[in-house]
């Protein structure tokens, strides 16, 4: 037995009544092909899409210590990472959601900066003392896919 469905535009609330004067919402019901047909014969979770999104990530560390004495060691360390994840939907031109990372459709750029600096001094052999501060920024760049207008 086939499965038959049939989709009806959305109406846009705010134009004139009647319902026939209507407008239809952008994307909507008039080109009902380019969403995937039911895999399955029931009514929920019909739809059962697979795939991979790539995950890239460069990133370094570098850390300096230096003994100022033997009572005095400072040290600073500055980090970077760069992480691209991307994803193509699973509806096809429709979009949907995505094969990437917790379901991302789209693509994200990711840049993380962080710096730390700090010092120990030995005041005695039962006492000494720390300090240090950090910081840290992070840029994402992420871009939506480009949907199909049905």
Do not use: C, W
């Not at 047909?37 to 059962?48: D, H, M």
């Not at 795939?51 to 370094?60: I, R």
């Not at 939907?89 to 979009?95: P, S, W, Y």
């Amino acid at each position: 037995m086939a499965l038959q469905t049939s989709v009806t535009a959305a109406r846009e609330p705010s134009s004139p009544e009647p319902d026939s004067d209507r407008q239809d919402f952008a994307g909507s019901g008039s080109n009902t092909g380019a969403i995937p047909a039911p895999q399955t014969g029931t009514v929920l979770n019909n739809f059962i899409g697979s795939g991979s999104g790539p995950f890239k990530q460069d990133s370094f560390d570098t850390r300096v210590d230096f003994a100022e004495s033997s009572t005095l060691n400072v040290f600073g360390r500055f980090s970077l990472d760069y992480f691209t994840l991307s994803g193509k939907g699973l509806l096809g031109a429709v979009g949907g959601p995505g094969n990437g990372l917790l379901g991302l459709s789209g693509s994200s750029n990711t840049h993380n900066y962080s710096l730390a600096t700090g010092f120990t001094k030995t005041l005695s052999a039962s006492l000494l003392t720390t300090s240090g501060s950090a910081g840290s920024s992070t840029t994402r760049k992420p871009r939506s896919p480009t949907v199909a207008t049905l």
